[in-house]
């Protein structure tokens, strides 16, 4: 595919897909960019995620950012029967006990997009 044209149809069609496809579609498709050796012993990926921003005009804690990110965690399929999980949206939350990241996904298990591990979320 090449040009603005054809991008912008696959663009059409990713949106038509609900939120749990279009995870699983980028599921297959962000690591394939990802495990480049950045030097110094570092490795890059992509990965998707959710940014929650506050509202300006809402008070907040003096510690509280006004910016938070969740990696957005794979569901475990095989476990959901070839299902993306319960939820029709990212409710379920939590962090990798391996890597430490917070993550949310549409299922209360699910695989750690920089780790791979499995995440029992809330």
Do not use: H, I
Request: contains cysteine.
């Amino acid at each position: 595919m090449t040009g603005d044209e054809g991008r912008e149809a696959l663009a059409r069609e990713l949106r038509r897909l609900t939120l749990p496809e279009l995870v699983d579609v980028l599921r297959r498709v962000l690591p394939g960019y990802g495990d480049r050796e950045a030097g110094y012993g570092l490795t890059s990926m992509l990965v998707l995620a959710e940014a929650t921003r506050a509202d300006a005009n809402v008070p907040r804690m003096p510690d509280e950012p006004p910016v938070t990110l969740e990696m957005v965690a794979w569901p475990d399929r095989d476990y959901y029967e070839g299902g993306f999980g319960p939820e029709p949206d990212l409710y379920e939350q939590g962090t990798c006990r391996t890597c430490g990241v917070d993550v949310t996904s549409t299922a209360k298990r699910a695989f750690c997009p920089t780790c791979g591990e499995v995440c029992e979320l809330t």
